[in-house]
């Protein structure tokens, strides 16, 4: 099967990391077709930035509609409910995925973010996929998009230090990493706190496996019928595609 | 004060139908400045639309950024966190500000939206407002956004029947139109069913002319601070403007 | 059109403050009409002076039936859904218009009340109108209800430094003031703290008006219905208005 | 033990009626004391019958301070925060005690109240117990307070009718009645639905002296505290007793 | 009436504890029937534990089943959904009845458990009775089950201390103990305290005797119906008792 | 790797038929080892099954404790939690993994179960995942454990009926099938209703997988740390096998 590995911001390195991430865990029968934003911001770290990221989502979507699967790597889940209605394979997004492996490593779990300024919103994300009561804490760990990962020795730490917290204070007993940046982390972070760290892209990428597995398609009942076709001004419409079909 | 009436989708007489009202209800010392997005659909129907228009609406903000006020005049609120950071001046959608008024009129509200594949989206979006324990529920008349208002007799009436069914079957004491489009059917939906009709453009125009009266500006501490300075690729970063202040 | 700036409690100077901040708020075709309790507490700290209160917001309802919008202000909104019965007019509490207005400007919210006794309370209120997930903290400044306001700077310092401890430990986005009398203290406290800082006076009075102007009206179809026509033992019947309607 | 049976309105013959089946219930050390209100509506139908009723409750506990517990005997619970700071003893209220048995009974339960116009009020109240997520349903049997009970042969069928839709339609797995005056129905519903039927009379005199044989008093740390000594205008301030002390 | 007081551990000393305090509350007309389950973990500290205590509970409500109510004496009310299908009488869990009864004393509790490991759990179980908007903090004493009681002087500083933070921290205005070992400490721990403190074994013993003397049966019609005539392998069927009714 | 396929009722041909679902979507590095519960019940369909069932669980988990990942395969996820408890090794339940796929294909879900009864309970598994607020309604087919499955075409065409109410009355945009016997069902039934159908077998195979390839286990830290060394009457201590370690 092919899986789209589809990174909505326009930084070619970090597709790069995260499909090696994605390489470690898919199984031998997954192709992983890795796809990068062609305009649009560099790291996503605004409501700015993932407005324009969703609609670069939905463009990357249409150009490449004929895959098995589709993995949204950003931690935000930009354009993810756009995408579903493009396509009728699974799509995940790498947020939702970490959220839904953690539930089923322990009863609560906490989020370490990158900047302060995500803390409410990603409140709001994990409430929108219905798990509001399931985390324990959303934390930052102040490190930047762009600056994530094992390279960064004292970005790492910062991961690790509120990872501790969130243990110790906040009673968490799973970490997730709120960023796909950070996929590189998990087993650093895990061997110095003792508990499980879920990277969302290995998350995703194995969760999209076992939905095209089970053979299950996204639903075209309601929130995701495929797009109406509406007329669009000043670029292509992008409901053409499934109206095609 | 200047307050933009800003249109997500590109079909301009729907601007000039909102303005229309938005006039009727804003009091002398306001000046209306209406905005319709230059790029992207006509009416937003589905996730994909509204992520396009998501990008539009930071576009139309950025391109007139000395407002004292902003009105998102879509029901799905499309781009209202993006637009948000990009400016410190109140921003209301008129999803939102139906709701909230809604909320002061009864103890529960119906929206009456309009198709039934926007009912599971916009129980999403009522509960991000945080609204979930208020709406006794989400009813679709059938009726597509370009065709909505009260020159659609039949579509009038199918927003009628619906309502009917939410007050006398869902227990609705107010109802809320969920589409900008119907703009000017509050008063014949009103007269028919005797419960009060909020309508999201007259709503959004008062309530932000009330925000500003108050002195009150959009919170820079977090979730709405001014966008990072992050490089885009294949188009002009969003974020120069704050960044310039 | 006139509106009514109802203070449920008797102490007529902290009718006279909060009209002089409603005064700087409301539009010219305003005019305010105050009204203080005649009989009943001088501050509203307890369920029991809230008790007393609703009862002396039902009377003043009732003897001036024939505005256009009230406001009810006192933080604790006592008397709010009585007075909603009464008239068909809109009713906003202080307490709720605060908090919608504050879910405007932010993703979360601290409440800044008076004494520690009400937290608990104030977590019901803010619950009862729906928006339990939106608030951060609620915090107590420990300065009685007759004793708030820019008059007491050590009262004054008590409330700024709560609200630091929001900002700082909660993550409010946006402060709200828990009490009529401390009207006229955002300025103050916004420019200590950075944040957006709401007064329910003037979100009030300026959010009745809205209501007003959009002709929206409260809904008699069922929890605001005009009272049924029960009789009273040893005091004049409250529903003897709306019979003669 | 002496335990306050505290009639909120003031038919004394509603009194009787639910004295009676207070006795029936209550263990041979228990002496019911049955006081009905002096001022106020003689049913509570409304939110303004219910803020003049709460007065008379606070009234009505303040000259009986000395007794070991008390049960409020209105469904609505009107004035039950304001007692329990007025004295120490616990306080019970109808509906809430018939909220709480009905949770031992089954995992959701319907409440069958007097007028429509109460369902949503009812929700609200359920809500602020904390249980809003264990009922079913909350129906109406369309019969007014002073024309419930066993004596209405047409009043009972319309409770009978609301509680089997209850079961049939909405999963309802125990019944709780929704008003003092249906105290004597319990055995006939049960009998003809064959499910538990909770009145609350019953209920909160047994539950209040549950309490006060464990030893069990009321919290006098934040939400009911004792209150202030806050000064009356027109009346006697009610916190005189619990400050002599 | 006979009621059951069920330990679903196997230490006697510990049913004997628990015994005499339900004495101390039972009203003369209550013969208390203490139980021990006979095979089993002798405390239950994991789920593990729990998992068996379970099936223990059971086999003894089915070996006596013709009581006329049941408590289930442990706090994490292991097999409470189980006993009140194989009866018909009423069943409380020690657990449960502490919440209930903690509720109408204050609008907040905290519960103080044994060991940190049970936090998650315990919050779980609360949210499963409908009550997880009602409790402001668990907090753990670190004293295992078979070391709880007023005898360990070390131990009941160790609940003392947490419950001074319950207070001081979370706004605790009431506290449930959280094992049924903890059944003598309540005076103590109040004294300390100032604030009302529940112990599970009254408050289910005395709850037990309220539903009892009201005439109320566990519900029958769905989620407590008698069990299937499932056919059993390896052991008696359970259900053979309900089906010979 | 090795995974389990833990069946906690004692009828080995559901095994049988689970096991074969589950080869039909197991990767081919994963080889599955089918367990059937030694003693107990032959089909779970009430709380009393269940906790019989639950210890069943628990003993086959200790006596195949070195496998990489476990399946609990029956949709109460019966024993889940204690099961955690016993190994390191992710450990998924089918009702689980069939709600957590289902989320990631449409915005709401409906639950087909087996008989009425299990309904409020199903409510409360479902809440206890921290799902509550994605799905649309339960649902019950009429149809025994053991009568479910595509042999029993009357019991086939009852789970689509169901699934076509879910669909057309309760807005189900995915159905979730209630019992590990219907796991031949999801072509049949999404034949029929154009929607995706979850079946938890398939689900929780390809979940559990997916953990294993993350190198994701069980967080040791809190709820599902391994069973305290507590003593066992009657019966061999589950505790052993942590213990030697």
Redesign the interface.
């Known amino acids: 099967m092919r899986i789209a590995l589809l990174n909505p911001n ?1 930084t070619e390195h970090m597709t790069e990391t995260m499909l090696s991430v994605a390489r470690g ?1 898919a ?3 997954v192709e992983l077709v890795a796809l990068t ?16 990221a ?2 670069g ?2 463009d990357l979507v249409l150009e490449h509609a004929d895959l098995d699967g589709y993995v949204i790597a950003c931690a935000s889940d930009p ?1 993810l ?2 995408a ?3 396509v009728e394979a ?3 997004g790498i947020g ?1 995925a970490a959220y ?2 953690a ?6 779990f906490s989020l370490i973010t990158t ?3 995500d ?3 990603a ?2 994300r994990i ?8 985390y324990a804490s959303v934390r930052a760990a102040g490190v ?1 998009v762009l600056e994530t990962g094992a390279a960064n020795v004292a970005g790492t730490a910062a991961v690790i230090e509120q990872g501790r917290l969130a ?1 110790a204070e906040d ?4 970490l997730v990493l709120g960023c796909g940046g950070m996929a590189d982390l ?2 650093i972070v895990s061997a110095e706190l ?3 760290v ?2 969302g892209v ?2 995703a990428v ?2 999209v ?3 095209v ?13 495929w ?2 076709p ?6 292509r ?3 053409r595609l499934p109206l095609e079909r």
Request: charged residues 20%.
């Open positions: 326009t865990v199984p031998g029968d934003a062609q305009r649009g911001p560099t790291a996503i770290e605004s409501h700015v930035d993932e407005a324009y969703s609609a989502v939905a354009g409910f756009a579903r209605e493009l699974p799509v995940v939702e839904l492996y539930c089923t490593l322990g009863l609560t900047l302060a300024r803390i409410p919103a409140r709001v409430a929108t996929h219905g798990l509001g009561g399931r930047p243990v009673g968490a007993e799973v998990p087993k003792g508990v499980p879920v990277d290995a998350a194995t969760l496996t076992g939905l597995r089970c053979g299950l398609r996204t639903s075209k009942r309601s929130a995701f019928a797009p109406e509406i007329a669009y001004r000043g670029m419409a992008p409901s």
